[in-house]
């Protein structure tokens, strides 16, 4: 059974860089072709992709945010990372993990973190 | 970036009426291997994204067979044969032909 969890601080003050972790079970990101991506959701943008990395540590990043973005794995303990660098207001909304099969297929995700940006 | 229009934003319907939702792009979604990287997510409120349909008309496991889908290069639909209530949500779509990838605006399926 498949399963993603994500975490995170919860709230943060303008300026600031966010940590996200993203536990999961179920797979393993050193399987041939396996990937985890990073998606968030907030009310003024929707559905917004962020980042994906692969198994062979490949990392690929949405260009409206890639200066602010890192991306990371440890595969022994089954999580992946993402860090946002200068969080700002805008930046308010639920961060999901999932799990992107091939690339092509998100077929998991986790239940996602609120993260709200306030001074 | 692409963009992903979808329509209608609001769909209201009855259980067992069969309705559709579509979902254009502003460019061709066949990929240089001969796939199209187009996806169906179904959003319960409280809950995160479920996959429904993949690469267009694939049906993921464990979603039932009410749901289908079909199109090619700029035009997409996703079809419910016979609402049920628990298909209440919001509909998005996605493509992950072109980086980035990128979502519709969803469309929301409401009772009657």
Redesign the interface.
């Known amino acids: 059974q498949v399963t993603l969890k994500e975490s995170g601080p919860g709230i943060l003050q303008p300026s600031q860089t966010l940590s996200l972790t993203c536990s999961f079970s179920g797979f393993s990101l050193s399987t041939y072709g396996m990937c985890v991506?990073w998606i968030r959701q907030s009310s003024g943008k929707?559905?917004?992709?962020l980042a994906n990395i692969w198994w062979n540590d490949y990392k690929?990043y949405?260009?409206?945010l890639k200066n602010r973005l890192t991306i990371s794995k440890d595969t022994s303990n089954n999580q992946a990372f993402l860090k946002i660098t200068n969080m700002d207001t805008a930046d308010t909304a639920t961060y999901?993990c999932a799990r992107n099969y091939g690339?092509?297929?998100?077929?998991h995700?986790?239940?996602?973190v609120m993260v709200t940006v306030s001074s | 970036?692409v963009v992903l229009t979808q329509t209608p934003p609001t769909l209201s319907a009855t259980i067992g009426q069969s309705v559709s939702i579509s979902c254009r792009s502003s460019q061709s979604l066949l990929d240089s291997d001969g796939?199209t990287?187009l996806?169906w997510?179904l959003q319960r409120p409280g809950q995160?994204?479920?996959?429904l349909i993949?690469?267009v008309s694939n049906l993921?496991s464990g979603v039932p067979n009410r749901f289908s889908g079909s199109g090619s290069e700029t035009d997409f639909t996703l079809k419910i044969s016979g609402v049920e209530a628990e298909d209440l949500g919001v509909y998005?779509c996605?493509q992950?032909t072109h980086?980035?990838?990128?979502?519709g605006?969803?469309t929301k399926l409401e009772l009657k």
């Open positions: 991506g929707g559905l917004e992709w690929y949405n260009p409206s999901y690339g092509y297929r998100l077929d995700w986790g239940q996602g | 970036d796939d990287y996806n997510f995160s994204p479920q996959l993949y690469s993921e998005y996605m992950v980086a980035p990838y990128t979502f605006a969803g």
